[in-house]
């Protein structure tokens, strides 16, 4: 949901986990957060605003560490923010952390399966994963299987079963039971916000 405080949603969240883990003695492991390179800026501004005991880490430009010096200092971090080139472009470091979260804003970004980039980013490893966007799932069905991927890999079926189950019977032919029970399947894990929502 756009413009409907998806980054605040996140940002509490993570401050949630640490008063809930913290008092217990437990330390939580880096959030990964993918985002553009446009609006990298942009979360940093929203973290510091809203989630200020949050340290955040950039992982992003010519400068940015490596190797062991990265794995080290993205641990000192609450939040580790980087784009999606650098998702692909970087994913052996990714992948070297066993992070908290992985957070992919603008998921829609993830839309193409065989990409080298989306490949790389089902490869890390997390706790939990989230998947935000602004873009309503119903445009493209491809899309909303690619995200579930990514969130549940296997949970909607192969690619190629998805297509013949649902995509095809739902946007071809506009079956109202596939429709049905494709949002019974995906329901328990959207928290969705319209803007037609007056609450």
Not at 20 to 32: D, I, M, Y
Not at 172 to 194: C, D, G, M, T, W
Request: net charge positive; with cysteine.
């Amino acid at each position: 949901s756009m413009g409907l405080g998806k980054t605040i949603e996140l940002i509490t969240l993570l401050l949630h986990e640490r008063q809930k883990k913290q008092p217990l003695g437990v330390s939580l492991a880096p959030t990964l957060l993918i985002c553009p390179m446009s609006i990298v800026g942009n979360w940093q501004k929203e973290l510091q605003r809203f989630g200020p005991s949050l340290d955040v880490m950039i992982h992003y430009g010519p400068e940015r560490l490596a190797d062991e010096a990265f794995t080290d200092e993205a641990r000192k971090h609450d939040v580790v923010i980087t784009t999606y080139t650098l998702a692909l472009r970087d994913k052996e470091q990714l992948k070297a952390i066993e992070w908290e979260n992985v957070v992919i804003d603008e998921a829609q970004n993830i839309k193409n399966e065989t990409a080298k980039q989306t490949q790389a980013i089902k490869q890390l490893s997390a706790r939990n994963k989230i998947a935000l966007t602004g873009t309503p799932v119903e445009n493209r069905l491809s899309e909303l299987w690619s995200i579930m991927e990514f969130l549940n890999p296997g949970y909607l079926g192969s690619g190629k079963d998805f297509r013949n189950n649902f995509a095809i019977p739902i946007e071809r032919y506009h079956n109202p039971e596939q429709s049905a029970a494709l949002k019974r399947l995906i329901q328990p894990f959207v928290l969705r916000r319209l803007k037609t929502d007056k609450t």
